[in-house]
């Protein structure tokens, strides 16, 4: 863990190698030039980067449903891109997920069923290949999150074995289809596929070096909720050696958005456009429920951390809701003041600082700016709570709702980290906000409430399952929640 190695000496050795001239391979787009003469001419308009956040990552898991609704899908769509377009690495249902199923097995998305949370699916680990849509896809996709994706990873994963999460002891094998590794034997084994002309390789392109080689106009990058969720979601943070060091952050960032401006300035001849996105606060994340709000509901507990503040919700459910609260189950004063400050405080710090640099760098201009995702989420908390709590708690709370109107009510899908599609339309709309801004287009938000998520995948409800209630959650389907990689 305490191995982070960022390669600083590789990455001014890269920028160097940009700036005399020297470019990466130039994407095959059939429609593309190699040299736009200005951003309306690109061949490539758009491209995210970031982690499942970034990827449409929904229930625990990556399918198409959720893709349908990734914030940078509804992003291209508001600027005329279309799934031919916009490419993305679609999976079939029942999707790829995060629970453990037994070995030999792949987990799909989580659904509701009424009662319980359950897989949508499970799928042999020898027909997983046939889920992954677009993986003879020629050139590199537009979206490029990566579920599980850390910041070390932007500059230096393309496989699961050059992957943070082998210092986790967890490879993250989201890498192999979306960057496509042809250099490793694994489940997701690239597919070579000729092309005319002929494409560039993607064997060790990192999601840095897949972007400057599709050249795109404008960039949204999200990233850095891996580097503390894990040790956020394990109850006990302080110490935790999943938690990237502030420092280490702040370092991997830099070096990564500098290159990204320096290296799409060499590859395009004009700057390019690059929106991030600060990181959410402990109070934004639906997965801690604050202990008022708690306590309403469930009544006064025994707590092992007396200041508890927040209660993994989730967690509290798959135990069986006990009586007394173990430590890694609440968060108390002192881990939500640090991970707040020391921590998820620190990286929006130096994203804000970096974004800064490189929106005033004079020799590699770029036009940079950042969304402000807390002061959104504020905003939204003001005129609707609801939309920041929990599925299931929601049906607790409102046992006469249908499932489709508790469903409406909120943004959060049922793992309680990432938005459902009204979430990520809300999500978007922060990216439209500040494109906008940055480069005075006009293009129109998407109401989140036109957006609807059905929890249960068209599954049909027995009638006998009862809406109210107490929903079962197993301590399988409760890790899934709290882990996005595999």
């Known amino acids: 863990?305490?191995?982070?190695l960022t390669s600083i000496s590789m990455l001014a050795l890269l920028l160097a190698l940009l700036l005399a001239g020297c470019s990466l391979d130039d994407p095959a787009d059939p429609t593309g030039t190699v040299n736009p003469s200005s951003p309306a001419d690109a061949s490539t308009p758009y491209v995210a980067i970031g982690n499942s956040l970034t990827a449409g990552f929904m229930d625990s898991g990556l399918m198409k449903a959720g893709q349908a609704n990734s914030y940078p899908m509804i992003v291209a769509t508001q600027m005329g891109l279309n799934k031919d377009t916009f490419t993305q690495p679609w999976i079939e249902a029942p999707g790829i997920g995060t629970t453990n199923v037994g070995a030999g097995n792949v987990s799909g998305v989580l659904h509701f069923n009424g009662t319980a949370v359950l897989p949508l699916g499970i799928t042999p680990q020898a027909e997983v290949p046939g889920l992954l849509l677009a993986v003879a896809q020629p050139t590199q996709y537009h979206n490029l999150g990566v579920p599980g994706a850390f910041s070390f990873d932007l500059m230096n994963a393309h496989s699961a074995a050059t992957s943070y999460g082998v210092n986790l002891g967890s490879p993250n094998t989201f890498f192999e289809f979306i960057n496509r590794a042809g250099d490793l034997v694994s489940l997701f084994k690239n597919i070579e596929?000729?092309?005319n002309p002929p494409a560039p390789g993607y064997q060790s392109g990192s999601q840095f070096y897949q972007t400057i080689a599709k050249g795109p106009a404008l960039v949204t990058a999200w990233i850095g909720g891996n580097d503390f969720l894990f040790g956020a979601t394990s109850g006990e943070p302080i110490?935790?050696?999943?938690?990237?060091?502030?420092?280490?952050?702040?370092?991997?960032?830099?070096?990564?958005?500098?290159?990204?401006?320096?290296?799409?300035?060499?590859?395009?001849?004009?700057?390019?456009?690059?929106?991030?996105?600060?990181?959410?606060?402990?109070?934004?994340?639906?997965?801690?429920?604050?202990?008022?709000?708690?306590?309403?509901?469930?009544?006064?507990?025994?707590?092992?951390?007396?200041?508890?503040?927040?209660?993994?919700?989730?967690?509290?459910?798959?135990?069986?809701?006990?009586?007394?609260?173990?430590?890694?189950?609440?968060?108390?004063?002192?881990?939500?003041?640090?991970?707040?400050?020391?921590?998820?405080?620190?990286?929006?710090?130096?994203?804000?600082?970096?974004?800064?640099?490189?929106?005033?760098?004079?020799?590699?201009?770029?036009?940079?700016?950042?969304?402000?995702?807390?002061?959104?989420?504020?905003?939204?908390?003001?005129?609707?709570?609801?939309?920041?709590?929990?599925?299931?708690?929601?049906?607790?709370?409102?046992?006469?709702?249908?499932?489709a109107e508790t469903a409406a009510r909120t943004y959060f899908a049922l793992d309680g980290v990432h938005p459902n599609n009204q979430g990520y339309a809300f999500v978007a709309n922060g990216f439209l906000e500040v494109i906008n801004s940055v480069t005075g287009s006009s293009y129109s938000p998407v109401p989140p409430e036109a957006m609807t998520w059905d929890p249960t995948y068209g599954v049909p409800i027995p009638a006998k399952a009862a809406r109210g209630g107490i929903p079962r959650i197993s301590p399988e389907v409760a890790e899934a929640m709290r882990r996005s990689f595999r």
């Open 239 to 403: 110490g935790h050696p999943a938690i990237t060091p502030a420092a280490t952050f702040a370092t991997n960032y830099g070096g990564f958005l500098h290159s990204l401006a320096g290296g799409l300035l060499q590859r395009n001849g004009f700057p390019p456009t690059i929106i991030c996105a600060t990181l959410p606060l402990v109070r934004n994340i639906t997965y801690f429920l604050d202990r008022p709000t708690f306590e309403a509901v469930f009544g006064a507990r025994v707590y092992d951390e007396p200041d508890a503040e927040y209660i993994l919700f989730t967690d509290f459910l798959s135990a069986g809701m006990p009586a007394t609260l173990p430590v890694e189950m609440t968060l108390d004063t002192a881990e939500v003041t640090y991970l707040d400050t020391e921590v998820i405080g620190a990286y929006n710090t130096a994203i804000q600082t970096v974004v800064a640099q490189v929106n005033g760098n004079p020799d590699v201009p770029a036009h940079a700016d950042f969304v402000d995702f807390n002061a959104n989420v504020d905003a939204l908390r003001a005129t609707n709570p609801d939309a920041l709590r929990h599925f299931l708690f929601l049906g607790i709370i409102y046992p006469d709702d249908t499932i």
């Open 193 to 195: 596929v000729p092309a």
């Open 1 to 4: 863990m305490k191995k982070l």
